[in-house]
């Protein structure tokens, strides 16, 4: 091993470490701020607990040595950081544009995408994963948010559809670099400002470790052993 593969070795192991103890930190609040039918489901929490820290911070410093990705890890709060637009980066999320990508893009179980929550206050996209396609009626379900409908509208015109694309409160994207950027750095907007990003729980900074930054048609290819 030469001095300089050291010197990273002992980066990535420092690296790890404090991942590690922010995610624990944070996953503790959680499940103490948490409402469990009984004590038995707080125990199998705490009990696969280890398991996912592990492997969260093993594939967030792995991420971050790959130099595709735009990524900044932010060790100390275990999260990424990027650039926040002003402005929800919605250009090209017409409605038709979006379920265009999801019928054509020949998608697949596990997919990573992008999915915007909206509420009175603000507005936020989050990462969740395709876990059913059904083409044949044209929609697609994610492992959080459920089903969405694929229905083409061609009779709309741009901005009738844009309104539509994004009249409910959840709404499926169409993967691109700055829609996922700004759902891996948990940023939310307030009317047409931007404000504090949020932290990504434990499951979406597993799947952020899964995009593939160079075709999101894709999932990630993990090396070293590591399967995400």
């Not at 038709?96 to 990573?112: C, F, H, M, P």
């Not at 952020?208 to 999932?219: A, D, E, G, L, M």
Request: with cysteine; proline share 4%.
């Amino acid at each position: 091993m030469t001095q300089a593969n050291l010197w990273q070795t002992q980066i990535d192991s420092s690296s790890f470490a404090e991942l590690c103890a922010a995610l624990y930190q944070r996953e503790i609040n959680v499940l103490a701020q948490g409402d469990f039918p009984h004590c038995q489901a707080l125990q199998a929490r705490l009990k696969s607990l280890p398991h996912y820290v592990s492997r969260t911070a093993h594939a967030m410093v792995q991420v971050n040595n790959q130099q595709h990705s735009p990524l900044l890890l932010d060790v100390q709060n275990a999260n990424w950081s990027a650039k926040q637009n002003s402005t929800l980066p919605l250009s090209g999320q017409a409605i038709d544009d979006v379920n265009r990508w999801y019928l054509t893009s020949n998608i697949r179980v596990g997919l990573v995408v992008p999915i915007i929550n909206r509420t009175s206050k603000q507005a936020t996209i989050v990462l969740d994963c395709v876990d059913r396609i059904d083409l044949a009626k044209g929609r697609v379900r994610t492992n959080v948010a459920g089903w969405f409908e694929l229905t083409h509208s061609t009779l709309e015109d741009e901005t009738s559809k844009k309104l539509k694309s994004f009249s409910n409160d959840q709404q499926l994207l169409k993967p691109n670099k700055k829609v996922m950027m700004a759902a891996c750095a948990g940023h939310t907007w307030q009317g047409s400002h931007k404000s504090a990003p949020l932290l990504p729980s434990l499951r979406e900074l597993l799947l952020s470790c899964n995009i593939n930054w160079k075709n999101f048609k894709k999932t990630a290819v993990v090396t070293n052993g590591l399967t995400i």
